[in-house]
């Protein structure tokens, strides 16, 4: 907003001088001018230009290549081609990873809902109590996911957890959640969804409040009650903050690893049915030294992230209103 | 009748925002008193809600098992290294990017933009390697030396820098203030809520981060507290109280920083979703 304005203003002396041929000491100052910012700017992005650029970019790359190698015990590796990636279309355990990946983030998804009543009950003017609310409901956010792991597989435990005795109270015989075979993909996607609805909330309370309260006098004049209100008011002027919460979320799970890393653990039977990509990619990493076919797997979940978040930001033109 | 309706309505409301509450706090509860209990309190049916006797047990064997005093210490250098240097680090690349005029900036900001879309948890091969060339494997530098950089830092603080008045800085300019000196003491004090939430986001990640110091530190002293919990669980499966003493333990510093910075963190969180 101030921006614009503010560019149209000459910036340097230099720059407002017109560019008559005859004055070379001008330019030549101007070139001067130019050459000094570049050099500013490259001491100003050194730092970072230099480790993302050994840390990360150089790395993606590197991943790439790894991705069409072999790894002999001893850490060597030779060219082999396509070798993993063909090897990676039969793999059973790929298969299910994917599958149980693309559960958690569904079942993440089901969490923005969630999130969405609460800040709206909460952001509603004169709510008293909204900061401890607020702080209580943000709590899982800042806590680390291994001790949130912790903290739920005893609240799962079969026979002395919490959760099944409060189930008992009521009649009803709680499963070995986290063990089961049937309920442990829940399981952790529950876990993932307790620890992360806080922070959906914050962003979409912040979406809210900044809705104007004219819109809604406006809307009540006009005789829209309050559903009609939520879906022809709030739910267009809260949709950018409703796609970001989306695009941070399917991004988020589809890294899930903190979470069965420490909930199910690798002796658990029903690890197949809750392994993420993650975990995989990092079983064949640096526990069986399968460095080429891990790197493979890297890719492959790399691309369906891009791909993902490609496409919801193709998909958003139809739903997110810009104000 | 329409305030006897409201009133109603708003005993709804809070019904069930402290229900939702319980649901996220009650775990918590639960931690604490779990771990002031022996194991054979905790696995009672049906179980006593408050330890019968408060037992220190679980907190010694803690100590114990595993060398937690030395794990909070890489945890808490490890978290002020990662926040301090991206702080700097991206506040000055941002600055060159929103305020610098050189050849090659939106290649080069197209470069840290496609670093944004790559999970970094996928690129921990690589990094592993670098590590291990450098000689830094089981180190603490180890821990930290990756996460001082970031491609997302860089971006949020630029849409910072992007938003500002321009006139400032031009005056500061003009009384003969160098680009360091402008991006200094003009830019960075305005910056102030943008370097805040990405302190605090950069915070929050690096005291949780699990991947990467399980992969790069595998002796228990150079480990921080995440990996040290996960090691700690192999070994006490199901020794539920000295579980939920470790774990409490680990989690209580974030937690006080918490609540003593809540409105900022919460701020910071919402001011994240707005700008990015």
């Not at chain 2, 595993?66 to 002020?80: A, D, K, Q, R």
Request: hydrophobic share 50%; net charge positive.
């Amino acid at each position: 907003m101030t921006v614009a304005g503010a560019t149209a203003r000459p910036v340097a002396p230099a720059a407002s001088t017109p560019a008559a041929p005859r004055d070379r000491g001008a330019r030549r100052r101007r070139r001067r001018q130019r050459g000094k910012e570049a050099a500013w700017a490259a001491f100003f992005l050194a730092p970072t230009a230099l480790g993302l650029g050994v840390f990360y970019l150089w790395p993606v790359l590197q991943t790439f290549y790894y991705s069409f190698t072999t790894w002999g015990p001893f850490g060597g590796h030779t060219f082999s081609g396509l070798a993993n990636y063909r090897a990676l279309a039969h793999d059973p355990d790929l298969r299910s990873a994917f599958v149980n990946t693309l559960w958690y983030c569904l079942l993440g998804l089901a969490g923005i809902p969630v999130a969405l009543v609460l800040a709206a009950v909460l952001a509603r003017p004169g709510r008293r109590g909204v900061g401890v609310y607020r702080a209580l409901l943000f709590l899982p956010v800042v806590t680390m996911p291994v001790a949130v792991a912790i903290v739920w597989r005893w609240l799962y435990a079969g026979d002395y957890g919490l959760i099944n005795t409060l189930l008992a109270k009521v009649g009803i015989h709680g499963p070995y959640w986290i063990s089961d075979q049937s309920t442990a993909l829940i399981a952790v996607a529950l876990v993932g969804l307790w620890s992360s609805v806080g922070y959906t909330m914050v962003i979409l309370m912040a979406g809210l409040e900044s809705i104007p309260r004219q819109y809604y006098e406006a809307a009540q004049i006009d005789g829209a009650g309050p559903v009609r209100q939520f879906f022809a008011l709030t739910l267009p002027l809260l949709s950018p903050s409703l796609f970001f919460v989306t695009v941070l979320s399917v991004i988020g799970t589809l890294q899930t690893f903190d979470l069965v890393y420490v909930l199910i653990g690798q002796t658990n039977p029903a690890l197949p049915q809750t392994r993420s990509v993650v975990y995989l990619f990092y079983q064949d990493a640096f526990v069986n030294n399968n460095r080429g076919y891990a790197a493979a797997i890297a890719f492959v979940l790399l691309l369906v992230t891009v791909a993902l978040t490609g496409f919801q930001f193709r998909l958003q033109k139809r739903w997110v209103h810009y104000a | 009748m329409r305030s006897l309706r409201g009133s109603r309505g708003s005993i709804g409301a809070h019904t069930f925002l402290v229900a939702a509450s319980v649901a996220m706090a009650g775990p918590f509860v639960w931690e604490l008193l779990t771990s002031f209990k022996t194991l054979t309190e905790a696995t009672r049916v049906p179980p006593t809600w408050l330890p019968p006797h408060w037992h220190g047990a679980g907190y010694s064997s803690v100590f114990d098992t595993v060398p937690f005093g030395g794990m909070l210490v890489n945890s808490i250098i490890n978290t002020l290294a990662r926040t301090a240097a991206q702080l700097l680090f991206c506040s000055m690349a941002a600055y060159a990017f929103a305020r610098l005029r050189f050849p090659g900036r939106s290649l080069l900001f197209g470069l840290f933009l496609s670093i944004l879309l790559v999970p970094s948890q996928l690129l921990i091969i690589p990094q592993y390697q670098i590590i291990q060339s450098l000689h830094l494997l089981n180190t603490r530098t180890a821990l930290f030396l990756p996460g001082m950089f970031s491609a997302f830092g860089t971006f949020l603080l630029r849409q910072f820098f992007l938003a500002m008045p321009a006139e400032l800085e031009e005056a500061a300019r003009l009384d003969g203030a160098g680009p360091l000196r402008v991006y200094w003491s003009v830019m960075l004090p305005l910056a102030r809520p943008g370097l805040i939430a990405l302190g605090i986001l950069t915070m929050i990640w690096s005291w949780n981060d699990l991947l990467w110091p399980l992969v790069v530190n595998t002796d228990p002293h150079k480990m921080p507290l995440s990996a040290g919990l996960a090691s700690l669980q192999g070994q006490f499966m199901t020794n539920y109280p000295v579980l939920m003493a470790g774990a409490l333990m680990a989690t209580v510093p974030v937690i006080v920083v918490f609540v003593i910075l809540q409105r900022r963190v919460i701020e910071g969180i919402a001011l994240t979703g707005t700008k990015g």
